[in-house]
C-alpha cells in the first residue's frame, strides 16, 4: 500500500522561501515518476512540478525558476523547494506519486503554505 507522507510548509512573508517534503513508503521507489501538486481556496488542484525516475525535471510557468524539485531513491524522499514565493502561491500542497506506465495515481495528506506579509 503506497503512503505518501508530507512534512515543511507553513506562513512566509513574500520574497522568502520554504520547503516541502514527502516520505514514500510501500512503493519501489525508483518505478515511480514524483510530482507536486497545488490547491488554493476555490480554485481546482493544478499541477506544479514533476521529476521522472530518469531524474529529468518539468515545472510549471508560473513557479519556473523558482521552484527546484528534487528526489532521494535511496531514502524514498520527495523535496520541492520554494523561492521567492508571491502571494499567488498560497496552497494546500500535494505529493503525488504515480507508477511508471500507468495512470494510478496516489496522493500524500497536504501541506499548507501561506505566503503574506
Known amino acids: 500500500q503506497v503512503q505518501l507522507v508530507q512534512s515543511g510548509g507553513g506562513l512566509v512573508q513574500p520574497g522568502g522561501s520554504l520547503g516541502l517534503s514527502c516520505a514514500a513508503s510501500?512503493?519501489?521507489?525508483?518505478?515511480?515518476?514524483m510530482a507536486w501538486y497545488r490547491q488554493a481556496p476555490d480554485n481546482e488542484r493544478e499541477w506544479v512540478a514533476t521529476?521522472?525516475?530518469?531524474?529529468?525535471?518539468n515545472y510549471a510557468d508560473s513557479v519556473k525558476g523558482r521552484f527546484t524539485i528534487s528526489r532521494d531513491t535511496g531514502k524514498n524522499m520527495l523535496y520541492l523547494q520554494m523561492n521567492d514565493l508571491k502571494p499567488d502561491d498560497t496552497a494546500t500542497y500535494y505529493c503525488?506519486?504515480?507508477?511508471?506506465?500507468?495512470?494510478?495515481?496516489?496522493w500524500g495528506q497536504g501541506t499548507q503554505v501561506t505566503v503574506s506579509s
Open positions: 503525488n506519486a504515480r507508477k511508471m506506465g500507468t495512470t494510478v495515481d496516489s
Open positions: 510501500g512503493i519501489t521507489f525508483g518505478f515511480y515518476h
Open positions: 521529476i521522472f525516475r530518469n531524474g529529468g525535471t
